[in-house]
């Protein structure tokens, strides 16, 4: 049974940080795409950032870049989005999703994810 306990959220002014974690239990670490998707009131569920545990290797949606950063602790089973300058707009709730079986041009598509958190609340205020 693959468990995802996702933590870090909160109030943070604008410009602010936040590092949010997802422990990943259940199921072989190395063989999953983690993602972490967004969604804010009103709106669809976006993408953010995933990584691929084996490889390493990192993917991010436009509006992140240079800000956000996705990474892994195999140690702990646990991946991170750290996120920096944050603005209003990256008000919502953050989920983390994992998948074993994910090709690459479906790692931002949230309906490829079989494994879900049960989402975390990040509010950027002024």
């Known amino acids: 049974q693959v468990q995802l306990v996702e933590s870090g959220g909160g109030l943070v002014q604008v410009g602010g940080s936040l590092r949010l974690s997802c422990e990943v239990s259940?199921?072989?670490?190395?063989?999953?795409?983690v993602g972490w998707f967004r969604q804010a009131p009103g709106k669809d569920r976006e993408f953010v950032a995933a990584?691929?545990?084996?490889?390493?290797?990192?993917y991010y949606e436009d509006s992140v870049k240079g800000r956000f950063t996705i990474s892994r602790d195999n140690a702990k089973n646990t991946v991170y989005l750290q996120m920096n300058s944050l603005s209003l707009e990256d008000t919502a709730v953050y989920y983390c999703?994992?998948?074993?079986?994910?090709?690459?041009?479906?790692?931002?598509?949230?309906?490829?994810?079989?494994?879900w958190g049960q989402g975390t609340q990040v509010t950027v205020s002024s």
């Open positions: 999703a994992a998948d074993q079986h994910l090709i690459q041009s479906s790692i931002r598509n949230f309906g490829q994810y079989d494994y």
């Open positions: 259940g199921g072989t670490f190395r063989r999953f795409v």
């Open positions: 990584i691929k545990l084996g490889g390493g290797s990192t």
